[in-house]
């Protein structure tokens, strides 16, 4: 069995230009990698009105149970400004210790040790008790309508048993070992539209002012106090994140406001309770101020929590003989693909360091991929032994 050394790998995949949610190929070039290596492949494109087609990749070795899966994404934010990159970002290159290129850190590297981890255990380990699969999508960075919520959808079709998953996300804020995730708080994005009556300045009388109501809405929200935390979560937090009111004059009282909201909540909540919540607040507000409103929403994902198990104890403990240090079990943050496949499988999410994610001169320590392989490949060995 020829082993995959994870830093070649990790440049070959970061040489794609994998914008989301471009395939450039890339799907194609890690299957014949996987087959290489005794994988069953499908590459599964999905299409869905309004959103550009994506292609993802399911893999798995074996038939036997259990299934560890492992899960990522090789599609990549846009560059920004190339000049102010010191490479290409889509041609890696090495400097002071660093692999620099977009992709490096979220996540191609982390893929890239999965698969050499891979590589050498089945160089050590001819046969073994059970499956292993990759989830890879090329949707996570995008809408994540056509990625792994469908592949999700498609396995659950299949009746395709998933043991347990591990999502290579970067999940270390500072140093490779400081945490692992276990859970994310869901995310809910409303915009909301307040119509009144549009009129001369000079006669208000004539006329209802949408920001009166705006106004006060995005006032009351702000300070709703929806909960104090719970022990895995951070307090549900609401930001407005835009107020639009697109007047072209200063005598004219506008027809319209517009706002844009984000709630990261925990499993306190959920996104239908959320909505019933605030809606209440837009009625009563409209209502005084006799004026209309529309809200569209938009749920990202819901809070989930993964409650450690045998699994996620002998996956902190090898990070910990590795890395040196005890990582802490996490919910914080953003989400992850992760809140699609709980709905088949238990899991948790355990990468490289995110501090030059979506960055320029995107970056990974050599030191860390290595050890990250060496994580995995262990991971592999004490799940199987």
Same mark, same amino acid.
């Given at each position: ?13 970061? $040489? ?7 395939? #450039?190929?890339? +799907? ?21 009105? =309004? ?8 893999? $798995? ?14 599609? !990549? ?19 002071? =210790?660093?692999?620099?290129?977009? %992709? #490096? ?9 999965? !698969? @050499?981890? !891979? ?9 073994? &008790?059970? @499956? ?14 056509? %990625? ?26 500072? $140093? ?19 119509? =009144? ?8 009388? $004539? ?24 022990? &895995? ?15 072209? #004059? ?20 959920? @996104? ?41 104890? +002998? ?41 030059? +994610?979506?960055?320029?001169?995107? #970056? !990974? ?21």
């Amino acid at each position: 069995m020829q082993k995959i050394n994870e830093l070649q790998l990790a440049k070959e995949l970061i $040489r794609f230009p994998t914008v989301t949610p471009i395939d #450039a190929g890339v +799907m194609k070039f890690l299957e014949k990698k996987l087959k290489k290596l005794g994988f069953k492949t499908k590459i599964l494109e999905f299409k869905e009105k =309004g959103f550009k087609p994506v292609k993802n990749l399911y893999a $798995r070795l074996g038939n036997k149970s259990p299934n560890f899966c492992y899960a990522g994404h090789l599609d !990549v934010v846009p560059s920004g400004n190339i000049k102010k990159w010191t490479i290409n970002p889509f041609k890696p290159s090495i400097k002071k =210790g660093h692999l620099i290129g977009r %992709g #490096a850190n979220d996540m191609k590297s982390s893929i890239a040790s999965f !698969v @050499s981890a !891979v590589s050498i255990f089945l160089s050590q380990n001819k046969r073994f &008790d059970g @499956s292993i699969s990759l989830l890879i999508t090329g949707d996570e960075e995008g809408d994540a309508v056509n %990625g792994t919520k469908k592949v999700v959808e498609y396995l659950k079709r299949k009746k395709e048993k998933i043991n347990f998953c591990l999502v290579g996300e970067p999940t270390n804020p500072n $140093r490779l070992g400081e945490m692992i995730k276990i859970g994310r708080r869901g995310s809910l994005t409303g915009k909301l539209i307040i119509n =009144g009556a549009q009129g001369h300045v000079a006669y208000p009388q $004539r006329a209802n002012n949408p920001s009166t109501a705006i106004v006060k809405i995005l006032n009351e929200l702000k300070n709703i106090k929806f909960d104090k935390g719970t022990k &895995d979560f951070q307090p549900t937090n609401l930001e407005v994140t835009k107020i639009n009111i697109n007047n072209t #004059a200063d005598n004219i009282i506008p027809g319209s406001a517009e706002a844009t909201f984000n709630i990261r909540f925990n499993n306190k909540h959920s @996104s239908i309770s959320l909505k019933r919540r605030l809606n209440k607040v837009f009625k009563k507000i409209c209502k005084k101020n006799k004026s209309k409103f529309r809200i569209d929403y938009r749920v990202s994902g819901e809070a989930f929590l993964t409650k450690p198990n045998e699994t996620t104890f +002998m996956i902190q403990n090898i990070i910990k003989k590795i890395t040196k240090i005890k990582p802490k079990l996490s919910t914080t943050g953003g989400t992850s693909d992760l809140r699609f496949i709980k709905s088949i499988s238990p899991g948790l999410e355990f990468g490289l360091v995110g501090k030059t +994610m979506h960055k320029v001169d995107e #970056a !990974v320590s050599l030191k860390d991929l290595k050890n990250l392989t060496k994580i995995y490949q262990n991971i592999l060995q004490s799940y199987f032994k």
